[in-house]
């Protein structure tokens, strides 16, 4: 028998419950507010159920069995032996114990829970269809929405996933079995990431870039560190080249790619275009190339909310779309995506529907790279404060000059603070090296509360610890670090 249609009411309607959306609907029930959250899938999102979450988990598990048996320099000899079964299902406990408690935080903020997919059906009502047979739908009016869909990974022409050795992120995160050779599509961060995750579980890794290095958008000093010990691991890469076509050749697939233009500088190293096209066989293809937007499911166009042209909703700075009362955060409201971003975009949008003075920032937001070595950045590159206006002063201190960093066996890469030059401001930084993602973070609360070199410098930081390269960093903008030489 199928329900009959009903229509309810309600202030604050939330369609998707990844981390933008459980976050502006937990805010918003905190300021009062009725609120309704909708979610057609799990509770979390991509990042906790297919993304951030689950692959950090593989990251950690799978550094532990390398670290390991590659320890002989500490004297340690040891041949770890993974069992891939346990090592998903420990992740998956994690992932459990997180989307749970999601569950659980916004029904302790009053907020309404409803499972299923909305679509509107005009700028003040939406209508949710809900999932088996005979479920029905129902019908809400809103006052105000918050859309919180967030983002797919792209396909590529002949690289479907519902074929079986085509698979995403989503996919590779859930293996059986650990293949014994894949090729990624893709050296961004989720590629990379993944490159490492399986490489480090013995699978033959080949990654197929069309752009001239790894990770797009960073820059090439923090790149190198991440490029050499990806090499280590055996990584092989081919740049200039993009997947064409892939075929059935045995018990695998044979993966053709094309190279359309000329390679050009990896991390200042020129890499030749070995031949107009690569023949790679491999047991599975990875396609890695970027994500989209989860806009055209929403029927958006009912309620008169504009997107661009690669379907991401426009937004001001108070993350309202077009449509006044018609909010749009995280991924679908545009890069960058990142959970993080979405989690503030969503208190925002909240804030603002309860009448707060609130406004989205972005002056101190960071990003991170768990690949080996990690990468964190927050505010303004030199080039970009350059570029700004700026007069600009930089201060680097090297891992390898870290007595903790040494400890750990862990002492690539460095710490670059960039300030402004007349006033000592902090105005970004960029770290590559061990626990880059936490260390980050420090120096995004320096942007925040307009820090100045000395600040930093002047902040006792515990000794041995990671976080005195930072310290050190500053001095040596100062002209005065102890650990290595000044500029």
Request: hydrophobic fraction near 40%; glycine fraction near 10%; charge should be negative.
């Amino acid at each position: 028998m199928v329900v009959g249609d009903v229509t309810t009411g309600t202030d604050v309607l939330v369609i998707g419950a990844g981390p933008a959306g459980y976050v502006a609907a937990i805010r918003a029930g905190q300021l009062d507010l009725d609120v309704t959250l909708v979610e057609k899938d799990a509770y979390g999102g991509t990042c906790l159920n297919d993304g951030c979450i689950p692959s950090k988990a593989l990251i950690t598990a799978t550094d532990v069995a390398h670290e390991a048996g590659n320890a002989e320099e500490m004297g340690i000899h040891a041949d770890p032996a993974v069992d891939l079964a346990g090592m998903m299902s420990w992740k998956d406990d994690v992932v459990d114990q997180l989307t749970s408690g999601v569950e659980k935080l916004c029904k302790a903020n009053g907020v309404n829970l409803l499972e299923g997919t909305a679509t509107l059906s005009d700028e003040n009502t939406v209508r949710v269809s809900h999932s088996g047979e005979g479920q029905g739908s129902e019908t809400l009016e809103f006052e105000h929405a918050i859309v919180a869909t967030g983002s797919r990974p792209i396909e590529i022409p002949g690289f479907e996933y519902d074929d079986e050795p085509v698979i995403d992120s989503t996919q590779a995160l859930a293996l059986e079995s650990v293949p014994d050779s894949m090729v990624i599509v893709g050296a961004g961060y989720i590629g990379m990431e993944l490159a490492g995750v399986y490489a480090k579980l013995g699978t033959d890794v080949t990654v197929i870039e069309m752009l001239d290095s790894i990770l797009p958008g960073y820059d090439d000093d923090l790149k190198r560190p991440v490029k050499q010990r990806a090499n280590d691991l055996g990584i092989e890469f081919h740049f200039g080249y993009a997947a064409s076509e892939w075929e059935q050749q045995g018990d695998g697939i044979r993966v053709v790619a094309e190279a359309p233009d000329e390679a050009a500088a990896d991390g200042g190293q020129t890499e030749a275009v070995e031949d107009d096209s690569l023949e790679l066989d491999a047991e599975k293809v990875l396609v890695a190339v970027g994500r989209e937007p989860v806009s055209d499911t929403l029927e958006l166009e009912n309620a008169g909310v504009e997107t661009d042209d690669r379907g991401f909703i426009q937004t001001d700075s108070r993350a309202r779309s077009n449509v006044e009362h018609i909010f749009a955060v995280g991924d679908v409201a545009g890069e960058p995506m990142l959970a993080h971003k979405g989690s503030m975009e969503g208190q925002v949008a909240a804030e603002v529907i309860a009448g707060e003075p609130s406004a989205i920032d972005y002056q101190a937001m960071p990003a991170a790279v768990f690949t080996e070595p990690e990468i964190g950045t927050v505010g303004m590159s030199e080039s970009e404060a350059e570029e700004a206006g700026f007069e600009t002063v930089v201060g680097k201190f090297p891992f390898r000059a870290s007595g903790r960093a040494l400890t750990t066996g862990e002492s690539d890469g460095f710490v670059k603070i960039v300030a402004d030059d007349d006033q000592g401001y902090v105005l970004g930084a960029q770290i590559v090296g061990p626990e880059a993602s936490e260390l980050i973070a420090e120096l995004g609360l320096a942007i925040e509360l307009g820090a100045t070199l000395e600040d930093v410098a002047s902040t006792v930081h515990t000794h041995p610890t990671l976080s005195e390269a930072v310290m050190e960093a500053a001095e040596n903008a100062l002209g005065h670090a102890i650990h290595t030489l000044n500029r």
